[in-house]
């Protein structure tokens, strides 16, 4: 990712979110990363104490208690968060101008996702135009993520949901600075799409988070001969509980092992098994074909969504050839405020 995100005017600021793991976030930064994302206040904490020193969370942050923790934070370390509301932002500039701090804000503009930001055009100039009342606040861009636009499954899919977003940013930005407004950075893109932002001429940041793991959902996107593929690397080890029934064998990762929000797990290198149902604590594997498991045979899952699972451990067991290399805690885990 770091080479493919080495272009003129390209920024890469991974997304945390999906490591939670402050180890992995430096190793990103190493090797060039401007900073990193968070996806919530108590992550950007967590990292800050880790010692990464350039976060931007890509939320709306709401209500008084949280945004004074943003504040204080900001006093600590180079600190973005979005807007897409005036009564936030207007919340945001009394807390930040009473301390002195500065915060970078980025408008978030609705570019296909349907989830949060304004839409496209004048409703960000509204916001700009609040932002002048408040001396410590900054524009610092637009961020204009099309999260959908990930797990469209062709090719043309992605470059079209993308030509869009690319044009909806290109819009605001023109918008903004015809009224004056400098809009340094233009913010998005995933691991789905990161090379159609990289190209569009309007993206200057690119924050794809999963490349670190991927999952068997992201398995399932077709690539343009001309994309990026990344390696598995993400797995849930897990052992052979039950072969009672013929045919099937039941394995002691269930539905506390792995997310399932974007479908069951897939096994590892194994295309005669298939992972089919799961409890708390078990899942049920059918065997297709004349080969067999045994009690105590371990096996790799790969799981449908790698944020999610990531969320369930508390450490990531790095393994190289086959060795235990390095324990890496996964810090963040559960920081969901």
């Not at 792995?258 to 298939?274: A, E, M």
């Not at 450490?315 to 190289?320: D, F, I, M």
Request: charged share 25%.
């Amino acid at each position: 990712m770091a080479d493919a995100s080495a272009r003129p005017g390209i920024r890469l600021r991974p997304h945390a979110k999906s490591h939670k793991c402050p180890e992995i976030a430096r190793r990103q930064l190493a090797l060039g990363a401007v900073g990193i994302c968070c996806q919530k206040l108590g992550e950007a904490e967590v990292f800050a104490q880790a010692g990464i020193a350039d976060i931007l969370i890509t939320n709306e942050i709401i209500g008084r208690k949280k945004l004074q923790r943003l504040v204080d934070l900001a006093q600590k370390v180079h600190l973005g968060v979005l807007v897409d509301a005036l009564s936030n932002l207007n919340e945001l500039g009394a807390l930040a101008s009473d301390t002195g701090v500065a915060v970078d804000v980025y408008i978030e503009v609705d570019v296909g996702a349907g989830r949060c930001g304004v839409a496209p055009g004048h409703p960000a100039r509204v916001l700009a135009e609040a932002l002048r009342s408040y001396p410590t606040l900054r524009l610092a861009g637009l961020h204009c993520y099309h999260g959908t636009a990930q797990h469209l499954r062709r090719p043309d899919e992605r470059e079209q949901a993308i030509r869009h977003a690319a044009g909806a940013a290109r819009e605001t930005r023109s918008i903004l600075e015809a009224a004056g407004f400098e809009v340094p950075v233009i913010t998005g893109a995933g691991t789905g799409s990161f090379m159609l932002e990289r190209d569009s001429g309007v993206f200057s940041e690119l924050q794809p988070g999963s490349y670190v793991f991927m999952d068997r959902d992201y398995a399932f996107n077709e690539l343009d001969p001309g994309e990026e593929p990344f390696e598995q690397s993400l797995f849930v080890e897990t052992a052979v509980m039950s072969t009672a029934r013929s045919g099937y064998a039941v394995v002691d990762a269930g539905l506390k092992a792995s997310s399932i929000d974007s479908g069951l797990p897939s096994v590892w290198q194994r295309d005669d098994l298939v992972y089919q149902k799961a409890s708390d604590e078990h899942g049920v594997l059918e065997i297709r074909g004349d080969r067999s498991l045994s009690l105590g045979q371990h096996l790799r899952l790969v799981p449908g969504h790698c944020d999610p699972t990531v969320n369930l451990y508390d450490w990531l067991v790095c393994v190289r050839d086959e060795h235990v290399e390095a324990l890496w805690p996964i810090a963040a885990r559960g920081a969901l405020l």
